[in-house]
């Protein structure tokens, strides 16, 4: 029985190191990118924050000043929207649907490394009147949910120039 155990490990393991299966991999960021500055329209957006804080936690500088910086990344749109999805018999909200999109570029000096890159992500939620606290609430956690989905996804792609 010990031996069929490891046997299923071992084939298990052998199929996994065979399909190309590789872990994503941004922890050398800081080699790639030393510093940047971010340019945005809004600089209290949930992106903003989550990316600011993305960048720092893989250890990238975040400079204050544009000519200081190796890289500028410039966030040209950074919109969170609701729309209603679905009402009830007496015409109140039911279900809501956030959507936060960002359209991003890259550049180092006056080159641009990557151009505009769009990243919408989506949620819904539902809503009930008799918990209007308690749902505006969701809705702010969903959105920063949201923005930081969208960070960690500029930053794969940020690792892989």
């Known amino acids: 029985m010990k031996t069929l155990k490891q046997v299923t490990y071992l084939i298990g393991l052998l199929i996994i190191s065979g399909c190309g299966f590789e872990l994503q991999n941004t922890g050398n960021l800081n080699e790639k990118i030393d510093s940047v500055y971010i340019q945005t329209v809004d600089p209290y957006s949930s992106f903003y ?43 109140t909200p039911m279900e809501y649907e956030i959507a936060y999109q960002v359209v991003w570029s890259l550049f180092k000096g006056n080159q641009e490394i990557i151009s505009d890159t769009k990243h919408i992500e989506t949620q819904d939620y539902s809503f009930d009147q008799n918990q209007l606290l308690g ?27």
């Open 49 to 91: 924050r989550s990316i600011k804080d993305t960048l720092r936690n893989n250890r990238v500088i975040i400079s204050d000043k544009r000519d200081e910086a190796s890289y500028i990344l410039v966030i040209k749109e950074d919109i969170s929207s609701d729309r209603v999805l679905s009402i009830s018999a007496t015409n």
């Open 135 to 161: 749902k505006r609430k969701e809705a702010e956690y969903l959105n920063d949910s949201l923005a930081e989905k969208i960070s960690n996804g500029v930053l794969l792609k940020l690792g892989s120039i």
